[in-house]
């Protein structure tokens, strides 16, 4: 393995504060191009990635994924760009092929000194008639199951340290 690709797995780290300054295009079409050589299987690149910038847009999102746990907040942290990854509901594994194509994303934002965050509840988002809403107002169809989100940004914080590995994370047969 490339010494540099097993620095960024290992010193990658949820980033929970972010600068107001968006990101630049190269920056973020660098992240998202790594989703894209994510594994899906059967090699059938099912995934819908959607970069949402927008402030109105950022905010709504925002503000859907705070009333799936039903708390006041900002689930994404005040990050100026969200992604989110949909899958075709037929795959088979939608939400293997998301993970991979949003823990590719994740790795490649750190690599290019940008911060970010996995966010849950995407599926729970795109069921309510406000995901849907949106998902008709960006011209996407609502047959795409929401797998994974993440908040994008410049970050705003220390970089937090990593917590040390259980020992028995490993068995060798």
């Known amino acids: 393995m490339k010494a540099e690709a097993l620095e960024v797995f290992k010193n990658r780290r949820a980033i929970r504060a972010y600068k107001k300054q968006q990101i630049t295009d190269e920056e973020l ?29 950022v905010e709504r999102v925002d503000a859907l994924n705070a009333k799936v746990i039903g708390k006041e907040g900002h689930p994404y942290y005040g990050a100026p760009t969200i992604v989110l990854i949909f899958e075709t509901s037929e795959c088979k594994t939608h939400t293997l092929d998301g993970a991979a194509v949003c823990t590719n994303m994740l790795n490649a934002a750190y690599a290019l000194g940008l911060g970010s965050c996995w966010i849950n509840r995407c599926q729970q988002m ?44 490993i068995l060798k047969v």
């Open 29 to 57: 079409d660098a992240v998202l191009e790594a989703g894209t050589y994510a594994p899906t299987g059967a090699g059938t690149q099912g995934c819908k990635i959607i970069a949402v910038q927008t402030p109105e847009y």
């Open 126 to 169: 795109f069921e309510m008639e406000e995901g849907k809403q949106l998902l008709k107002e960006w011209g996407i169809s609502e047959d795409l199951v929401g797998v994974a989100s993440f908040s994008l940004g410049y970050p705003d914080c220390e970089h937090p340290q990593a917590k040390p590995r259980k020992k028995d994370y």
